[in-house]
């Protein structure tokens, strides 16, 4: 018999975890121990089971013996996660039919009910000779290729006679503990079991369909293998990661559009007959579309209804597609782009797929965001840095871009480290010519013009203010002026007779040619090594074009082959040094995808740093991402992006629903600021746990509210704290608010709020001041400004006590704003455009028992 116990002293076990990296169970007596992380609910019936052991600091689940996660009989394959079902069946036609894939059921007997019924078939079928139904009438994970299933289908190859049309006949379902092959691509880490469905298809082209489950997270992650059985080759057209055909069409479609500087924008629109696709042809997964998109049926809102996810752990050119047929059913599909995609698969060789990311959550959007959250926490990041608490920074980009010198970024460091920073990042501008855009990138030693004594020597002073010290790279870009592109001008990417298009006035390397990527390695390793680096930034500023290859027969493998190489340089470089944090970056959130975060478990959200804006990217983001993974600065104003003045309170407040840095120049700050950025770190770094790993809910979305007001909770899993950022947008004068429902919280539990101190600055009132003060004061004199820089009111205090269930029922009623016509009183709270609070939540007690 097996037993799981709490242990006793859960944060010390956990730290121990992370260091150790080792399984963290003990057997005492024959009971089993196993320290659960934070957010995995020990008196949950997966962990009563003892399902829950652990690898690599990665939690994963099984059981002792046997398995209830897959089971295959009577021609029926049933896959269970905690609270998801996904059910297949096999035979007809040798084809694998999806019946239901959605909520968690138990099937009677071999699925009859399930199965569709059609006893003569549907006017206009084709059929297969021994076909009772046609393919076009299925719901399929892999469909024939021109053989009567007209929609568009997961793979499409080119057969040795040049003919396209291919049978895929079933042939077997195993399945085991463990992972899916990895093709030199990262995927889900800790996968309980994995099935995998193979079939034998026309012209010896070997199918085989991997679905690896992650138990406690509700995610099945897809992908596909094909395999040369034959004596020629084959040449791949289309491989998706995943097919999935759902019943009805009545969904809305929600993708994460955008550009540069607004990342991750939902959009929404509802199916329609025909294809709606959607991605990235860019090289990398890209602003304009990430992977990551949703289904939700019906009415299905936030809080309530069925909603599906997708992603794809891949960084990039990829495809979704969402396509309704003539009989109102839906298919979705999600892989590589197929745009100028072409693979030669010789006899005896492979091809695998990146892996889908499938979940789905009978609670809304916020109960699948909660699903995906959690399993890029615990399946994705890398182990060491999946919980660890991340430092608070300070990057010098905005407050000097490339204009500095060793003593500037000393003075900034100095101050900074007086504020309570824990990391001082060195940007762009620090090696080679790189005095602007338009040199130096490729060439990373160090520019002794600005930093006379070496980086070893700036980390030294840095670490001796007590901050670690980080830096930027952008290892896979040359600028046209470098040693490096004088050297190989061929290691650019170019295509034969066109003159290669710049971006941000630089080219991208090729990483399809071995060189190039040995290059990488040792340039950036030999830096790494030889300074204190504790954190690099690893930057990507452009998308790729004229994709060409010397080093490639096959000139469609560019796109693929390109991140294959990124994947190795990364394996490389992050796999020797797990002890460093790495931050992603592509121009902000032009690579924000799982596979990058499998590396780096962070990445800079977005070059866009103005708190309104920001509050609309990581609103669109966290649908996807926890906020573990979203880098978020305090910047200055006017902001450098959308020249918009929000208050420093409302930045800070922002950023603290992510990792918080400060990306100004702390030299050029009044004592004021100072004051208040000081108070923010100490804030932060009390409530770090919460912030970055706490259970993220949207409680009002800027998109959906009429002034861009946005609301967001994080709460501890324990429900033990909890934190509210309410965000005005613009004001909406002389209006009364509801109050604010904060739901999620331990119903039972009572609990103390508070708003976080705040204070008000004098010329905020402009000459409303004279209607406090006894002396009449020009607004706009020096009297005022001065007095305003040292001097400035106390902003409201409020707290209260009240239960979860009162909280979440009826809300909490908080001070009338200030309206202009009643003038002033301590009980009203001073709100402007892009105001914000954040309440506090601390559980003090429990309901006593009537
Ligand atoms: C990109 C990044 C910025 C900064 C600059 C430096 O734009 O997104 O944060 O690092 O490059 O050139």
Redesign the pocket.
């Known amino acids: 018999m097996i037993q799981i116990q709490r242990d006793a002293h859960r944060d010390q076990g956990n730290e121990k975890l992370r260091l150790e990296n080792t399984p963290q169970i003990a057997t005492k007596e024959n009971r089993l121990f196993v320290v659960l992380p934070d957010d995995v609910d020990w008196r949950s019936p997966v962990a009563r089971a003892g399902w829950l052991w652990y690898t690599g600091g990665a939690a994963q689940l099984r059981k002792a013996e046997g398995s209830i996660m897959i089971r295959v009989h009577d021609g029926l394959i049933e896959m269970h996660t905690q609270n998801t079902s996904y059910i297949l069946a096999t035979g007809q036609g040798g084809l694998a039919e999806n019946l239901h894939y959605g909520a968690k059921m138990r099937v009677h007997g071999a699925g009859e009910a399930l199965r569709a019924k059609v006893a003569v078939g549907f006017g206009g079928d084709v059929l297969r000779p021994g076909d009772t139904v046609s393919p076009g009438a299925m719901r399929l994970e892999l469909s024939p290729t021109q053989r009567g299933d007209f929609r568009e289908g997961a793979l499409l190859a080119k057969l040795p006679h040049g003919g396209f049309s291919a049978d895929f006949t079933y042939k077997t379902a195993t399945h085991g503990q463990g992972p899916a092959p990895g093709g030199g691509m990262p995927q889900g880490r800790g996968a309980g079991e994995t099935l995998c469905l193979s079939f034998a298809g026309t012209g010896g082209l070997e199918v085989e369909l991997f679905y690896s489950l992650f138990y406690d997270t509700d995610v099945i992650a897809k992908k596909m293998r094909l395999t040369n059985r034959g004596g020629e080759a084959i040449e791949l057209r289309r491989c998706f990661s995943t097919q999935l055909d759902l019943p009805g069409c009545d969904y809305t479609l929600t993708t994460l559009n955008g550009a540069w500087g607004r990342e991750c924008m939902p959009e929404k629109r509802a199916l329609a007959p025909g294809v709606a696709a959607f991605g990235s042809t860019s090289g990398h997964s890209g602003n304009r579309c990430n992977p990551f998109f949703m289904l939700a049926r019906g009415e299905a809102c936030e809080t309530a209804g069925e909603v599906y996810g997708f992603n794809l752990v891949y960084s990039g050119s990829h495809r979704g597609s969402v396509e309704v047929d003539g009989f109102g059913r839906t298919r979705v599909m999600q892989g590589l782009s197929d745009e100028a995609f072409s693979w030669t698969l010789n006899p005896g060789e492979s091809f695998i797929t990146p892996e889908a990311v499938l979940s789905f959550s009978a609670e809304g959007y916020r109960g699948l965001s909660h699903n995906m959250h959690r399993f890029v926490r615990r399946h994705i990041l890398p182990p060491r840095w999946a919980t660890a608490p991340r430092p608070v920074l300070v990057?010098n980009?905005?407050g000097t871009?490339?204009n500095f010198t060793e003593g500037k970024l000393l003075r900034m460091a100095r101050v900074a480290a007086r504020l309570g920073v824990e990391l001082f990042v060195l940007?762009?501008?620090w090696f080679g010519a790189r005095n602007s855009?338009n040199a130096g990138l490729g060439d990373y030693n160090v520019n002794r013009k600005k930093l006379p004594g070496g980086l070893a020597s700036l980390a030294r002073s840095v670490n001796a203010l007590g901050m670690d010290f980080g830096l930027?790279f952008?290892p896979e870009m040359v600028n046209e002026d470098s040693d490096l592109y004088r050297a190989h001008p061929d290691w650019a990417i170019r295509t034969p007779g066109l003159s290669p298009a710049k971006g941000?006035k630089q080219y991208a390397l090729d990483l399809c040619r071995p060189e190039v990527r040995e290059y990488i390695i040792r340039s950036v390793g030999g830096v790494l090594d030889s300074a204190n680096i504790r954190y690099v930034?690893w930057?990507m500023?452009r998308d790729i074009s004229d994709g060409y290859s010397p080093a490639l027969h096959n000139q469609g493998e560019f796109g693929h082959r390109r991140v294959l190489g990124l994947y190795e340089v990364l394996d490389n470089i992050c796999g020797a040094h797990e002890d460093i944090l790495f931050e992603g970056?592509?121009?902000?959130g032009?690579r924000f995808d799982l596979g990058m975060l499998y590396y780096m478990p962070q990445v800079?959200l977005s070059?866009d740093s103005d708190a309104h804006m920001r509050q609309k990217i990581q609103t669109g983001a966290s649908f996807g991402y926890p906020q573990c993974v979203m880098g978020c600065h305090v910047s200055a104003v006017p902001n450098h992006q959308t020249l918009r003045n929000t208050p420093l309170d409302t930045r800070f407040n922002t950023a603290a629903f992510g990792l918080l840095g400060y990306?100004l120049d702390m030299t050029a700050l009044t004592a004021a600021q100072k004051g208040d950025i000081k108070a923010q770190i100490a804030f932060y770094k009390k409530h770090r746990r919460l912030l970055q790993q706490g259970d993220f809910y949207r409680l009002e979305s800027p998109f959906d509210s009429a002034h861009g007001a946005c609301r967001w909770m994080v709460a501890a899993p324990s429900r033990d704290a909890a934190l509210v950022g309410d965000f005005e947008g613009l004001l909406w004068p002389n209006s009364t608010r509801p109050n604010m429902r904060l739901p999620g919280l331990n119903p039972d539990a009572l609990y103390d709020i508070a708003v976080r101190a705040q204070k008000i600055d004098l010329d905020a009132f402009g000459g409303l001041i004279n209607y406090v003060l006894p002396v009449h004061l020009n607004p706009d004199g020096m009297l005022v400004k001065t007095a305003a820089k040292v001097y400035r009111l106390d902003g409201e205090a409020e707290s209260y006590q009240a239960y979860g269930s009162q909280l979440a029922a009826a809300g909490l009623a908080r001070l009338q704003e200030f309206t202009g016509a009643g003038g002033y009183s301590p009980q009203l709270r001073f709100l402007t455009d892009f105001a914000s609070r954040l309440y506090v939540l601390r559980r003090i007690g429990e309901k006593r028992a009537r």
């Not at 970056?585 to 902000?588: E, F, L, Q």
Request: aromatic share 22%.
């Open positions: 990057n980009w905005e871009y490339f940007d762009d501008g855009e930027w952008e941000r930034k930057d500023n970056c592509a121009s902000g032009n800079w070059d990306e």
